[in-house]
């Protein structure tokens, strides 16, 4: 599974943006997704998970109130909705599909990752 993630771009605080990740080569409609972000000279984290159907999501306690993800599975895709983006939400974004249905906020159990995506927050 190739993944791409895509939407971000420079905002201002308080304002929104959608991130989208798409497969090519193999559907992911059976797999788990998470969204993971690295700031600069900060360790990759945990942002955002949902399992294969949608029917389950988790957050990490930074984002909860504020981003939704969701997917479409007819289109094969993943979504992060950020909303009240605020400056420390600076970080480039990649989406990954986890080898099973369910997901993990542990970045290893991850076997396919997207390119990522840059999103810069200004204050």
């Known amino acids: 599974v190739q993944l791409q993630a895509s939407g971000g771009g420079l905002v201002q605080a308080g304002t929104s943006l959608r991130l989208s990740c798409a497969a090519s080569?193999?559907?992911?409609?059976?797999?788990?997704v998470g969204w993971f972000r690295q700031a600069p000279g900060k360790e990759r984290e945990f942002v955002a998970a949902?399992?294969?159907?949608?029917?389950?999501?988790y957050y990490a306690d930074s984002v909860k109130g504020r981003f939704t993800i969701s997917r479409d599975r007819d289109k094969n895709a993943v979504y992060l909705q950020m909303n009240s983006l605020k400056p420390e939400d600076t970080a480039v974004y990649f989406c990954?599909?986890?080898?099973?249905?369910?997901?993990?906020?542990?970045?290893?159990?991850?076997?396919?990752w997207g390119q990522g995506t840059l999103v810069t927050v200004s204050s």
């Open positions: 949902i399992n294969w159907n949608g029917g389950s999501t």
């Open positions: 990954a599909a986890a080898q099973g249905a369910s997901y993990s906020i542990n970045s290893r159990l991850y076997n396919y």
């Open positions: 080569r193999r559907t992911f409609s059976n797999n788990g």
